[in-house]
């Protein structure tokens, strides 16, 4: 089955600085890669995901890139504020299974 | 409100106690999950409904078991649990399989 690695598990980062996590999968068949945002106490939620037929998707200070051959896809988030911190998950499909989530990173904004 | 609405929030039961978890969905998706949340494995699938047949079983210990009666509602039936299984068991569906999954608020379980 599909084995998806996300790193780092914690980042601290200063207010306005850029945040990168990065994931790699197993499964060349993998076809899409979506992020979750888990706020404390929350819900996880989407925020952004990314298609095998595209390597690279934007929205505002989010972005997602994707490299097939190498099987990794990665979350950029720039001019990060407090707001998101947050764990973030990736994860990948294959089919008909469902999604399999690496195993989250802790973002901290410092102000 | 996403459209998932999982019951009860949290519930402590004794080893020897047999409790349900209850998820709903009303956004006319065709596929429903269960997942543990833990610090040791933070989303771990368990189970998977794809109209309504069990597509995914991961391993999971017979002491849970899942029903889907219909395409709107899952169910996680739970019988001597053992302390270990202290986690947050989250509910998502998604319109098939490769969509987003639009997750529930999460059952707090403690088992004692």
């Known amino acids: 089955g599909e084995n998806v690695e996300q790193h780092p598990s914690t980042l601290s980062v200063q207010e306005g600085d850029s945040a990168v996590i990065k994931c790699t999968y197993s499964d060349s068949a993998s076809n899409y890669f979506p992020w979750y945002k888990q706020e404390l106490g929350k819900r996880p939620q989407l925020i952004i995901d990314i298609r095998s037929n595209v390597g690279e998707k934007k929205d505002q200070r989010i972005a997602v890139t994707l490299n097939k051959t190498a099987k990794h896809f990665s979350l950029h988030i720039t001019e990060t504020q407090p707001e998101d911190s947050a764990v973030y998950f990736c994860a990948a499909h294959t089919g008909r299974r469902a999604l399999t989530f690496g195993s989250g990173t802790r973002l901290q904004v410092q102000p | 409100e996403t459209g998932v609405t999982q019951t009860p929030r949290h519930l402590v039961m004794g080893m020897t106690n047999k409790k349900s978890l209850k998820c709903e969905q009303h956004?006319?998706?065709?596929?429903m999950y269960w997942y543990k949340q833990s610090a040791k494995k933070p989303l771990e699938l368990m189970f998977v409904y794809s109209l309504e047949e069990r597509v995914e079983n991961n391993s999971v210990p017979s002491r849970f078991s899942p029903e889907c009666p219909n395409s709107s509602h899952l169910f996680l039936h739970l019988h001597t649990l053992q302390p270990e299984d202290s986690a947050l068991y989250l509910c998502?569906?998604?319109?098939?399989?490769?969509?987003?999954?639009?997750f529930g608020q999460g059952t707090r379980l403690t088992v004692v």
């Open positions: 956004l006319g998706h065709n596929a």
């Open positions: 998502a569906s998604s319109q098939d399989s490769g969509h987003e999954a639009f």
